[in-house]
């Protein structure tokens, strides 16, 4: 074993140490930070869930005085920021962490500390953001944090600011997380394993980082505006001063509407997984449904304006992106079309996770029609900051992202811990969120036709909303009690174990070619891919003539590659003792050293001064540790 150049202090244990919490705070597995993504965006969904559930008892009656106009800001600005950046995207992390590496043949990504220095920024990052809750000033601007409304003339508490400093260093984590991932997908495909032969939740990955790499700089760009309008005086946001609040919408904006691409995206490519694995055929237009996921991702640069239709931008500008945002519907309707293909004529077995897919097919599809008649300005104009909007994002979020990460969830989780939930109380999991979604969400389009504002905290009895927003209530919390059973079923199952061998589901993609849960060095040796779907076609060589159905078909999804699965081992670290990175806890360190930055932000510049040693003890640990301990 060779000795790091730095040590640590006596008052941490060994790195190498595998139990407890120095394990888990020390480690740089890819299934562990998956994990820790999965456990901490799942706690940030009870807060946000609470959150909504608060603003839906506001708003079950009229001229309620349940909690007031200011407490209510804070509510619906930080369940909406929540559910963005704290919930949906770690939820999407936590599924590339441990996935990524299992569907393309590696034993780990490219960068484990790196790996781990995301998660950990992220962790500090959304305390940051929710500080506020305890100091009694939480942010109050919404999730979209407009200007000037966000600048301290306006809004002179430290609330925005929590908020300003939480996302510019989750806006690190993420770049760090796209970064790895896309170095991990190009360059650590198992042997034979082509770009078209990479699964297509591997694709929606990669074009997701991409996505993330690009867009989260640009929130910066405007966060750290925001942020030094608010702490240093500046003027970028004041009109009065020669700035211009609207930038800031134009900045978040074209960071945004990619944004919601990178919340649906990975739902996307786990439904294409789902489908196939329960209609027992393959992907019905697999290169059509990487092509349309692929131009979703380029597409979305360049609607961001619909957002701004009442700005005034002019007809030019308007005409421009109504067209854009028309056209970027094909490619979505490709998707859906290729999904109901798939499953036509199959063999559908319908449990849980197929439930939430087919689910996802038809709420995504609504939400999606509802967004097409946003792309014409008069018809925006007229639904512009009313219900109906909620309405659509809900469905696109929560009947799309959300209910497509819930199949994922049972579908791999005999994979991740080697037993089942429970399939009865799945499917009653899957009925109380699909009945509650709706029922909460539907009623919210008409209730934006007949004109009720959004970010209102109450209402008047002569409006006619009373009926619609106490239906709207009432199904938020049936959507609760859904979520409260399926906590139950974790803990029923856990109880009860019904063991799960390491290909339950007769699945199509490598992850089930290894145990479950995986060894820590994912796969006893290196597969080679000669297919696409190549485990399912190697448990059913019979079925390969079905498919292709000639030599040339064959020969199209052949391996190109000649090197071996021998050849790649050396080249990762060879037969003799597996190698893998030690456990390191530079990353947590530096991950402290950021999250002390920005609590100078927020108190003195002084403590700023106080993270520096912090920062270069973890960074310079980092760069001076061995890339690989041999075992």
């Not at 199952?493 to 060095?521: C, F, Q």
């Amino acid at each position: 074993m060779t000795t790091n150049a730095l040590t640590f202090p006596r008052f941490f244990p060994r790195p190498q140490s595998e139990t407890g919490i120095w394990g888990w705070i020390g480690t740089v597995d890819h299934k562990r930070i998956g994990t820790l993504y999965g456990i901490t965006s799942f706690l940030w969904f009870l807060v946000a869930g609470v959150e909504a559930l608060l603003i839906r008892v506001q708003l079950a009656s009229a001229e309620n005085t349940f909690i007031g106009p200011e407490f209510y800001n804070q509510l619906f600005t930080m369940h909406g920021t929540t559910m963005v950046f704290l919930v949906i995207m770690p939820l999407s992390a936590a599924f590339f962490n441990w996935l990524i590496p299992l569907q393309i043949g590696a034993r780990d990504v490219a960068f484990p500390r790196l790996n781990a220095l995301s998660y950990w920024v992220f962790l500090f990052g959304s305390l940051i953001m929710n500080a506020g809750w305890i100091t009694g000033d939480a942010p109050n601007g919404g999730w979209f944090g407009y200007a000037p409304n966000s600048g301290v003339t306006f809004n002179p508490g430290l609330g925005m600011t929590y908020w300003v400093v939480g996302l510019n260093i989750l806006g690190v984590a993420s770049i760090a997380a796209g970064l790895n991932f896309i170095i991990t997908i190009i360059n650590m495909r198992a042997p034979g394993m082509s770009m078209f032969k990479m699964p297509v939740f591997t694709w929606m990955t990669l074009v997701t980082s991409v996505l993330l790499v690009l867009a989260m700089p640009i929130l910066a760009v405007a966060g750290i505006q925001l942020q030094t309008d608010r702490v240093y005086g500046t003027h970028f946001f004041n009109s009065l001063a020669g700035g211009d609040p609207v930038m800031w919408q134009h900045i978040f904006w074209l960071f945004g509407h990619p944004e919601v691409y990178i919340l649906i995206l990975p739902a996307m490519g786990i439904v294409s997984e789902v489908l196939p694995t329960f209609s027992r055929k393959p992907l019905f237009g697999y290169a059509f449904v990487v092509f349309a996921g692929i131009v979703i991702g380029f597409m979305g640069w360049f609607v961001w304006s619909h957002h701004m239709f009442t700005v005034g931008l002019g007809p030019a500008a308007n005409t421009a992106f109504a067209m854009s945002t028309m056209l970027i519907a094909v490619p979505t309707g490709v998707k859906i079309f290729n999904w109901i293909g798939t499953m036509w004529r199959g063999n559908i077995q319908l449990n849980t996770a197929m439930l939430f897919s087919i689910s996802f097919i038809a709420m995504f599809t609504i939400g999606g029609l509802s967004g097409v008649m946003h792309a014409s300005p008069p018809t925006d104009s007229q639904q512009q900051d009313t219900y109906f909007i909620v309405a659509h994002f809900h469905y696109v979020l929560v009947g799309g992202a959300l209910l497509g990460i819930f199949s994922g969830i049972y579908f791999w989780w005999p994979k991740f811990t080697g037993w089942f939930l429970n399939e009865k109380l799945g499917i009653a999991n899957w009925a109380l969120m699909l009945i509650g979604m709706n029922l909460q969400f539907g009623p919210q389009h008409w209730l934006g036709m007949d004109g009720m504002p959004r970010r209102i905290y109450t209402y008047a009895e002569n409006m006619g909303w009373e009926g619609s927003n106490l239906a709207a209530s009432i199904g938020g919390f049936i959507l609760g009690f859904g979520i409260l059973l399926f906590m139950i079923n974790i803990v029923y199952s856990r109880m009860n174990k019904k063991i799960a061998p390491a290909d339950p589901w007769d699945g199509r993609t490598l992850e089930w070619s290894t145990s479950s849960p995986p060894p820590v060095h994912d796969f006893d040796e290196i597969p080679v891919v000669v297919y696409r779907d190549d485990f399912w076609f190697k448990k059913h060589p019979e079925t390969i003539s079905e498919y292709y159905h000639n030599d040339h078909d064959v020969e199209d999804i052949a391996p190109s590659a000649t090197q071996t699965a021998e050849e790649h081992e050396d080249d990762h670290g060879g037969h003799e003792g597996i190698h893998l990175p030690d456990k390191s806890y530079y990353p947590f360190i530096l991950g402290v050293g950021i999250a002390i930055f920005g609590i100078g932000f927020l108190t003195n510049t002084y403590v700023i001064a106080a993270g520096v040693p912090i920062f270069l003890w973890g960074m310079l640990g980092w760069s001076m540790e061995p890339v690989n301990d041999p075992t």
